[in-house]
């Protein structure tokens, strides 16, 4: 039932910001973004629950934010002091339980991903 879109990706200088959305239909208790380089396997990157809870992979703390509208359904991430190292592709994904047996910025914990959208930061 959960259908997710990504919107947002481009090119950015380093140092610069980029804002990703995914557009959510359908209930979810757990959503989060992936991403994945060329070559590279795909790693969590930020995830939240339905209580706001968020954890964050540690190359990107303090620089990412993952947040949320519950109205609107739709799973933000604000990227702050992009580095090239950030290059990939950029999912979103969700699972509608709130125990799925897997860490939140783990593959396996989501069952719904989106088609995914590009960033790219250049030196």
């Known amino acids: 039932q959960v259908q997710l879109v990504e919107s947002g990706g481009g090119s950015v200088q380093a140092g610069g910001s980029l804002r990703l959305s995914c557009a959510a239909s359908g209930y979810n208790y757990w959503m989060a973004w992936f991403r994945q380089a060329p070559g590279k396997e795909r790693e969590g990157v930020a995830s939240?629950?339905?209580?706001?809870?968020?954890t964050y992979a540690d190359p990107v703390k303090g620089r990412f934010t993952i947040s949320k509208d519950n109205a609107a359904n739709t799973l933000s991430l604000q990227m702050n002091s992009l580095k090239p190292e950030d290059t990939a592709m950029y999912y979103c994904a969700a699972d509608t339980r709130p125990y799925t047996g897997y860490g939140p910025l783990r593959r396996n914990a989501y069952k719904y991903w989106g088609q995914g959208t590009q960033v790219t930061v250049s030196s």
């Open positions: 939240i629950d339905s209580l706001g809870s968020t």
